[in-house]
């Protein structure tokens, strides 16, 4: 069975950092690339980053590039996102998801993604 478990999230001030995880398990970790994507109240769920299966390439939002970090351990089964200059608008649900794809090819789209975590919310106020 797989799993995607979120967790890291929380309340934090404008300005402020947290670092999200994402612990997989019961998939060959190292053969997906991992998305992160996060949905505010009444809003669709939007694309934030993704990392390749070996995290030799990414991709950000461009609401979010150059404040946010997505990375990988293979050998953890992990991945993460860290969020620095965080912005009351970065407020939403933040999802994981990973993607079937041994090959150094990552997208943007929610579809492509075969397993989603449950997600944690993050809340940045002003």
């Known amino acids: 069975q797989v799993q995607l478990v979120e967790s890291g999230g929380g309340l934090v001030q404008a300005g402020g950092s947290l670092r999200l995880s994402c612990a997989a398990s019961?998939?060959?970790?190292?053969?997906?690339?991992v998305g992160w994507f996060r949905q505010a109240p009444g809003k669709e769920r939007d694309f934030v980053a993704a990392i390749s299966y070996s995290g030799g390439r990414t991709h950000y939002a461009d609401s979010v590039k150059g404040r946010f970090t997505i990375s990988r351990a293979n050998a953890k089964n992990t991945a993460y996102l860290q969020m620095n200059s965080l912005k009351p608008e970065d407020t939403a649900v933040y999802y994981c998801a990973a993607d079937w794809n041994p090959v150094a090819v990552i997208t943007t789209r929610r579809g492509e993604y075969d397993y989603w975590g449950q997600g944690t919310q993050v809340t940045v106020s002003s």
């Open positions: 019961g998939l060959t970790f190292s053969s997906y690339a």
